[in-house]
Structure formats: C-alpha cells, structure tokens
C-alpha cells in the first residue's frame, strides 16, 4: 500500500539503541534494525523513524527521549538495552526520570514472558512511562527477544499476549494517532466502542 493511498493516520516512533560499545562502533547495533523490522510488519500505519544510538550515560538517555518526545513529537519512542543489573545499565533510571506517569504492567508483561525462556528474566528492569502525549517503553536488547516481548507467544498454551497489544489503546488514551495493527502478527485489543474503521 502506498502512503498516499493509505487510510491510516502516519505515527511518528522513536527508537533508542543504548549501548557503549554499538556507539562507539565496537559491533554493529542489532537494536534499531529489529524494531523497524517488527513495527514496519505489525503496524498499517505509515511510520516516520526518528532513531539514536547512544551510550550507556544517564544524563544523555533522558536528554535523547526529552529530545524526541517534545522536539521530534513521537507518538512511541522504544528503547533498546541497558536494563539489567550492571553499574553501567541505567535506561530504567533515565527513563523514569523523564516520564509523568509510570506504566508498571508493560515491565511485568515482559518479565513474564522472557521467563518462559529464562530464570535471568528476574534480572531485567525494563520500564514504561508516559511523557505529555507519548508512550515510553524499555525494552530488551536482543532482538529475539524484543519480537518475543512485543508479539508474546501466541503458539504457547495458554498462548501469552505480548505487550504491544496494549500499545496502540493506550496512545489512543493519551490523545495519539490511532494505530492499526495487522492482526496476523499482533492483534491489538480495544474496547468496542473505541474501535474505528478506515477505508482506502
């Protein structure tokens, strides 16, 4: 589908790769490319990316997600790594930090579903805010696992939701874009009467 003759409204995502070594090109980052991959699937809408790569450094975390939640204007920034529990892992810290609300169930969601693979799962401290009209979420650095946390397990029994599910209700709560998900990679859930059909 063209973007011309798509129905959808364009969303606008931010992505966050933190890493020391992918910044200071160490090793290829991994981060950004699986979350356009994913999202450019899951989503009908027609995405602007604003993308960083960026060091593990507090300060510079919540400056980067300040930068493009009020200035670039996304309606969605994901980050990418740094949220376990070794001194230099601090996008949880950065993150709160910046955010207005806290949104505790899209770390435990996650958490939840990593720990059908891993006992370590107990270690990730990934975190989710809302900052003035976007949504904030931290998520895993490997990109095996960022499909996982976003799509969940569908094949598992019971089958697990992932988290981004929620995501495109609660934009729709914070005042963002309506966002439309193809079904065959993530059904998204809204309430009945928050359901809207687009034609094209």
Request: aromatic share 6%; with cysteine; net charge negative.
């Amino acid at each position: 589908m063209t973007e011309a003759a798509n129905p959808y409204p364009p969303v606008t995502i931010g992505l966050v790769s933190i890493s020391d070594r992918a910044s200071s090109g160490v090793y290829e980052d991994k981060g950004i490319p699986a979350l356009q991959d994913w999202l450019s699937r899951a989503l009908k809408n027609p995405i602007g990316w604003q993308t960083r790569l960026i060091p593990d450094e507090q300060a510079g975390i919540s400056a980067a997600l300040c930068e493009l939640v009020d200035q670039a204007h996304c309606d969605l920034v994901l980050t990418t790594g740094g949220t376990g529990p070794a001194p230099r892992d601090v996008t949880p810290e950065a993150t709160l930090a910046v955010g207005h609300k806290e949104m505790p169930g899209f770390g435990e969601q996650m958490r939840q579903i990593s720990l059908r693979f891993v006992p370590t799962a107990i270690l990730s401290r990934q975190v989710a805010v809302i900052r003035g009209q976007a949504l904030i979420i931290n998520l895993p650095g490997q990109p095996k696992s960022i499909a996982e946390t976003l799509q969940g397990l569908p094949q598992a029994t019971p089958p697990v939701p992932g988290i981004f599910a929620a995501v495109p209700y609660c934009i729709d709560l914070i005042g963002g874009p309506y966002l439309e998900c193809d079904p065959a990679l993530c059904q998204a859930f809204r309430p009945k009467a928050a359901i809207r059909s687009f034609s094209g």
